[in-house]
């Protein structure tokens, strides 16, 4: 590959360091063959592997998760990939907006409002969203176009996809015949048996899975047990919704977990270290606030 740049440098003079996500179009390609350069507009200076710096042979390297690549763009670039899959941004980014203190107070205030309302149920926290909105519009703190273009609809994709999922589940009888198939080691680990088995399937799943896919998809087998055992279906919700955001044991559990592995030189093993001891704790919080919430 070709390592001039296809550009004057006095004119692209800023730097970017971005990690390159599990999601990314990029992956398991070769750097030329993916027209990096003409698609975004810049060039790799150096790519970083764990605690290897590579700079030369760019080019033929293939791209894996976690890697870490050293860009000159214009100053336009964050404005353009800034919501891209393709990689997540690890350097400083400023904002070209200069944020007021008139800015600063109205965010602040409806934040705090979005807090209040939803604490204590006083108007439907959907409400209090679209008057969040409208307000932020208005105020011109952000356009409209900036505002849509800040919605990620490959999330709303996949929580619509994932509800899908989990109400079929649900309604082709797969849910109960799982729960069933949990439901039948209860004389051999009993209740509480149950409730962690229940937990480590969940937190395995979103190590696989988007969390938010994993929450619809295990909450319908999770109502189905406490319906086949006559429990309280919040306890396998609450349950649910914290082993589904478990996701400590590996550097593509989550998006956090994929942006420092890179640029700390971390190796899979050493989340598994970290990740196992903080998902035990998790899980026996959990099951110990569900046993004397729901059970004792």
């Known amino acids: 590959m070709d390592e001039t740049l296809p550009f004057k440098v006095e004119d692209y003079t800023t730097f970017y360091e ?3 996500s599990r999601n990314s179009t990029l992956l398991n390609k070769k750097i030329k063959e993916s027209n990096f350069r003409s698609k975004y507009n810049a060039a790799i200076i150096s790519v970083k592997r764990k605690e290897q710096q590579i700079t030369s042979g760019i080019g033929n390297i293939i791209l894996k998760p976690g890697d870490t690549l050293l860009l000159v763009a214009k100053r336009d670039f964050i404005k353009s990939w800034s919501d891209s899959d393709d990689f997540y941004f690890v350097s400083p980014v400023d904002q070209d907006k200069k944020q007021t203190p008139y800015i600063k107070k109205i965010v602040t205030i409806l934040l705090f409002g979005i807090i209040i309302s939803s604490a204590f149920q006083i108007i439907p926290i959907f409400n209090v969203v679209l008057i969040a909105t409208a307000v932020i519009i208005l105020t011109k703190i952000l356009t409209v176009t900036e505002a849509l273009k800040a919605i990620n609809w490959n999330i709303l994709i996949l929580m619509g996809s994932a509800f899908g999922v989990g109400t079929a589940v649900e309604s082709t009888g797969l849910a109960q015949i799982l729960s069933s198939k949990i439901i039948d080691l209860q004389n051999s680990i009993g209740i509480v048996g149950i409730l962690i088995l229940f937990f480590v399937i969940t937190m395995i799943m979103t190590e696989i899975l988007n969390n938010l ?42 998006q956090t977990n994929l942006l420092v592995y890179g640029p700390g030189g971390y190796r899979f093993k050493d989340y598994l270290k970290v990740g196992f001891p903080l998902s035990l704790l998790c899980m026996s919080v959990t099951i110990l606030v569900a046993y004397f919430k729901w059970l004792y």
């Open 213 to 254: 896919a994993t929450a619809a998809l295990m909450f319908p087998i999770g109502y189905s047990i406490s319906i086949q055992l006559v429990l309280d279906p919040m306890m396998f919700a609450m349950i649910t919704a914290i082993a589904s955001n478990c996701s400590f044991l590996s550097p593509i559990g989550y």
């Open 18 to 20: 971005v990690c390159i």
